[in-house]
């Protein structure tokens, strides 16, 4: 399939930090039982990572597991490797309940980078960005709607939205990022 | 006269002039200035007119609660009116203008009010202007509008952008005065993460001006040494020109930051508003002065005995060369003392007291100032400017027994600490009776979450007036704090000071004590409104004796400025009016915002294209490029049809009818919810939800299903498909997604939480577009990959493949009644499948078709749609969908709800189609009426219109509507009145329009 485009291909802004649409990016839904060894060793099969605990984070480039709540985890793999990953979770746990869903492109994901990124954040989640840290993903809103963020690397951050409310969140991020805006506090 | 000082103003800068204009004059100032003080400094004391009566307005204090000072700021995008000059601070190219008058503010003919003020007090709004009624909208109406209000409204979109920021602090203090700078640093020592606002730009509040000693230097270096120990401090956050707002519930606080209101050159939002959630909040938000009310008290040049010493101190500013001090306290001799310091003349110091004052009073005769005992001011001469004071016995009745000339008056009620973040969350007050105040009632404290309290009171705002006694009252403040947060209080050292031996104050409500009505009239408590002693008396003896009721029948304490100076003032007033004790008469409630925050900074970044979210298809750019005309359906855009050049929407809805069923239509239905149901006991689950039987559906199949609420009304519909064993696809309609989500959930999580389901919201993974007419399978056949024959996909099946080398979903279903295809994509490929379409479509003429044209064809087909023949009160029995209603099945959600005797009633109207007998189209909403009236005296109906249209199939109106025992009466006409004088006649016959047989989607 050669013209696969994400929301807002190659949308960039610079301000106070750099906001960047991140592409298409592989993402599962996985409902289960978290703590069952079948289900753990699957996941790790497919991510690379171990199951990370309440509120957990782990990513290893585009691949990692992310909790998303006591029977939910978000599975992260290369776009295009997204079904396949379904494929081997669900053969890897057949006669089991769970549930898989390729949930790739409904799915936006922009970066904020920069020293000044965790206060654009914080001027739209109501998030105590103080002490956020690497290996923790928040699950809230950015202004109006529904997002999810984690720091992906020192003072860069990956917010993930629906696909539909890209160009609100893009339009957001830009007005939050604007030059002179800095807060001065994180 | 008012002018500059040739020496002192610690705020401003004489090495660098600023240049502004007021009223279009050019005038000069120093960086530092507020427009108040600047405006002082170039003899302009008269700044404004007040609201009713349209008289002289001078400042008359210093800071955030000045009530006359209000200005029409700036230009275009940038005005903004009602800005206070006092707390404006300037800058190059500041433009100012007064308000409320006309034609300027010298001359202005609405002080023709003043004249009429016998005929116009308070309440009056609610006495005339009744009659004659036709005069109300011809002449009362316009004049008042045209008179109402002070500043103008802005006409021009705003051109600076605002924001927000989220914050959290163990101990937030607001207040950066001494008191606010003690507690903070107590609270940080002790290990708490602490947040200090100061509103102003410079910290220290009073103590500069006041002076007085700590440790031995003068209180201003106590100031800065405390600043750099909390600056230097990484659990301290430090803001200034930020306002605490209000105090919300469970310790949320909001901040008022102002970035560029001072320097508009800057880049970035021009405020910024704190959201705050601390654990513990310090109130040190200091005290206000209060005037004091004789007559004659609201001329240009009277002025609080603070404010007109802070103008020296802070600004090098002198308001007058003769200076009058009148106050019932010790703190306004400092203001004689600093009005001589200055080489100004302070021709008499009017004690109201009869003993008089202190230590004060007795440096102040030293100073060779004449002061005089038990005296008051009966009257203060001049219109737009100070001329006299003619001095009177406080005791007596205002009999003059001498008049000395002066052009400023400093005044002094005494002073009432800040309460109103106290009170904002419920924090109560206590009547201070030795200090005459308000003060917060720390028994009965704002209580959090647990029931325990979460903001403390601290300095001058908790009543402690003394400095250094005030530092002592802010270190326990901080000590409170961080032990309601389980840490333990550092120890601090305070300052060494000395307690000033000042003589009690006493309270004065009225000057003089036994003035007549002709001196209460005169006597002004609320600057802005005009309301007067007399009003407050009036309204008492007019029956309104709650203070509630007092403020809104005089309108004190409602201007903009929320009464500050007027709030005690009036309430002691009404209490001697009602014969009660000032605590049994209380306050009026206090609310935020303490003084008023733009409308900006409340939206954030919410306005133009991010007010709200939009939501987009992943089509949507092709649809804007091509003519598309959007409708909302909730926050989504979709197209409700696409508008060639020249064409009107209803010939586009039309062309794109006829198109579709003619050849080949190609619709956006990416929207639709699309919910993935799977588990072991998918089908049960489902066969609870739905009112059809959906455990039996193959998978392969789709059936068209029905979802009642618990209490039998159709709440949904949708096409589930079965995809494998475990695994079913509902679809929902677009404003359905989130919450049939949601409905599903709460079922599971509540009432079958054993049961094993789980279902995850797909509806934006998938883009989806229903390929439709009697050339659908043709076009899907030119993209090739996949069987699409009659033989290999029948009518509601459903089958995967690579279509066209796109990873698709086929369903073979249909809503316009044509030959039909929806065809899923993963949202990434969803506009390059369109595309796809469109381009091996054109040969069949693919015509994009929107929400009307695909509206009006599934009502040709008699299908329903929630929202037009649902309203939440049908049951699928009312629309002829009994069929979808399984007998089998033991329950259901809705299964006993419908079993009620009044949703089984035949005498329900029923689902019939309309069919008008000129072929007009009968106009939404229409009822069809029957014969006689009712109770109520109105017409009898017996039906309602649900839907209704044009259809260019058939050349005529259709609709669809409930009729009473409809389907029984067949042929039958009944008559629908418009709104436009005309009445539609129509005649019941079947929602079938088109293709009753359905031949054309089994080809």
Redesign the interface.
Known sequence: MSDVRSALAGASFEGIARVKEAGLRGMISFRGDLSASKVKAALKAVSGVDMPGQRGCVVNGESGLAWMSPDEVLVMVPHDEADGAVEKLNKALKGQHFMAENVSDARAVFTVSGKHAREVIAKLAPVDMSGFQAGEIRRTRIAQVAAAFWMHEADALTVVCFRSGAEYMFGTLKIAAQTGSEVGVY | MSTRLTHGGRRIDRSKPVTFSFNGKSLKGFQGDTLASALLANDQMMMGRSFKYHRPRGVVASGAEEPNALMNMGEGGKFEPNQRATTTEVFDGLAAKSQNHWPNLEFDIGVINNSFARFLPAGFYYKTFLFPRFAWKHIYEPFIRQSAGLGQAPKARDAD?Y??????ADVAVIGGGLAGLQAAKTAALSGAKVLLMEQDPFWGGRAAVDGGELDGAPAAEYVSRLVAELEAMENV?LRTRMMGAGVYDHGYLLGYERLRDHAPE????RH?LW?IRASQIITASGAIERPLSFAGNDIPGVMLAGALRDYIADYGVSAGDRVVVVTNNDDAYKTAMAVKAAGLDVPVILDARAGGGGAAADAARAAGIRVENGKAIAKVTGGKRVKSVKICAQAGEGGVLEEIACDAVAMSGGWSPVVHLWSHCGGKLVWDEEHAMFRPDETRPPLGATGEGFVIPAGAANGVMDMGVGLADADHAGRKAVEALGLTAKAVKLPEFEQAAEAPLEPVWMMPQGAGPKLRMKAWLDYQNDVKVSDVQLAAQEGYESVEHTKRYTTLGMATDQGKLSNINGLAVLSETLGQAIPETGTTTFRPPYTPISIGSIA???RG??F???????MHDWHEANGAYFEPVGQ?RRAYTYQRAGESVHEAVNREILATRESLGLLDASTLGKL?V???DAGKFLDMLYTNMMSTLKPGKCRYGLMCSENGFLSDDGVVVRLDEETFLCHTTTGGAERIHGHMEEWLQTEWWDW?V?V?N?????AQIGVVGPNSRKVLEKLGGVDVSKEALGFMEYTAGKLG???ARIFRISFAGELSYEIAV????G??LWDALFEAGAEFNATAYGTEAMHVMRAEKGFIMIGDETDGTIIPQDLGLSWAISKKKEDFLGKRAQERAFMADPERWQLVGLETVDGSVIPDGAYAVAEGKNANGQRNVQGRVTSTYFSPTLGKGIAMGLIHKGPERMGETVDFPGTDGKTYTAKIVSAVFYDPEGEKQNV
């Open positions: 952008t924001e927000h920021f989220y914050f959290f956050t800057l880049a970035g939002p910024r959201k954030g970044e919410a294209a991010v709200q979210p939009l939501r987009r298809t992943p989504w993935i799977k588990g072991p094993q789980y995850t797909a509806t934006e993974q998938w080398g796109f990873d993963p949202a990434s490929q506009r390059a």
